[in-house]
C-alpha cells in the first residue's frame, strides 16, 4: 500500500471532516454571506442535500470531490474579487496562478495550460510585469527561451488577502491530524504538479 492509500485509510474520516469543516472556514457563516454577497441564500440556492459519507471509497470519493471542485469554487470567487481589487482580470488572475504553481514556466506552457493565444500571453504577461506579479529571466541553456517566475513578496500578499479568516468558531483539527492531512495534500499535489508539467511539453 502506497503512502496515499495509506495516509487515506488511517485518517480519511478526520480529513473528510475536516475538508468539511474547510468549506465553511472559506465560505464563512450563513449571515456574513448574507451580509456581504449580493446573492443571498433563498429555497432555491440552498445547498442541495449530499449523500453521508459511510464507506471508506465514499469518504475517499468526497474527499477528492472537495479538493477538485467545490473548495476550488469558493477559494476561486474570493481570489479573483480580491485581484479584481489590484487591478487584475480573471485572465490575469489564471496565468499568475499558474505561473505560482508550476514557475518556472516559459510562454509556450502557460499557452497550452491556459488555453489563451499568443497575443493574450504576451499582453498578461506585459501587464503582469509592469505590476510587479511576475519576473522574466533568460533560459540558462537556450537563450531563445523567456522563464517567468512570480514575485515571492507580491504573490504573498495576494495570497495572504485570498486566505480565509481564521475564526474562532470555526472547528480546527488537532496537531497530529493536521500533520498527516498536511502530508496527504502535499503528496496528492505533488502528483498532480507532475502530472500537469509532463502534459504541458516542459
Known amino acids: 500500500m502506497d503512502f496515499l492509500s495509506r495516509a487515506v485509510s488511517i485518517h480519511c474520516k478526520k480529513i473528510g471532516i475536516l475538508m468539511s469543516a474547510q468549506l465553511h472556514f472559506i465560505h464563512g457563516p450563513s449571515e456574513a454571506n448574507s451580509r456581504?454577497?449580493?446573492?443571498?441564500?433563498?429555497?432555491?440556492?440552498?445547498?442541495?442535500?449530499?449523500?453521508?459519507?459511510?464507506?471508506?471509497?465514499?469518504?475517499?470519493?468526497g474527499v477528492m470531490a472537495m479538493l477538485g471542485h467545490r473548495i476550488a469554487v469558493y477559494a476561486g470567487l474570493r481570489r479573483t474579487m480580491i485581484a479584481a481589487e489590484r487591478g487584475l482580470t480573471v485572465g490575469d488572475l489564471r496565468v499568475l496562478d499558474l505561473i505560482i504553481e508550476l514557475a518556472p514556466l516559459h510562454t509556450g506552457q502557460l499557452r497550452r495550460l491556459s488555453g489563451l493565444s499568443s497575443g493574450n500571453i504576451t499582453s498578461i504577461i506585459d501587464r503582469l510585469e509592469g505590476l510587479g506579479m511576475i519576473h522574466r529571466a533568460k533560459h540558462p541553456t537556450d537563450r531563445r527561451i523567456t522563464l517567468l517566475t512570480p514575485d515571492a513578496e507580491r504573490c504573498a500578499e495576494l495570497d495572504a488577502l485570498s486566505a480565509p479568516a481564521r475564526g474562532k468558531s470555526r472547528p480546527m483539527p488537532d496537531a497530529e491530524t493536521l500533520k498527516q492531512v498536511h502530508a496527504f495534500l502535499t503528496h496528492y499535489l505533488g502528483e498532480k504538479r507532475e502530472d500537469t508539467l509532463g502534459n504541458s511539453g516542459q
Open 36 to 61: 456581504n454577497h449580493s446573492f443571498p441564500v433563498t429555497a432555491s440556492n440552498q445547498e442541495r442535500p449530499r449523500m453521508v459519507p459511510t464507506t471508506h471509497a465514499d469518504l475517499l470519493d
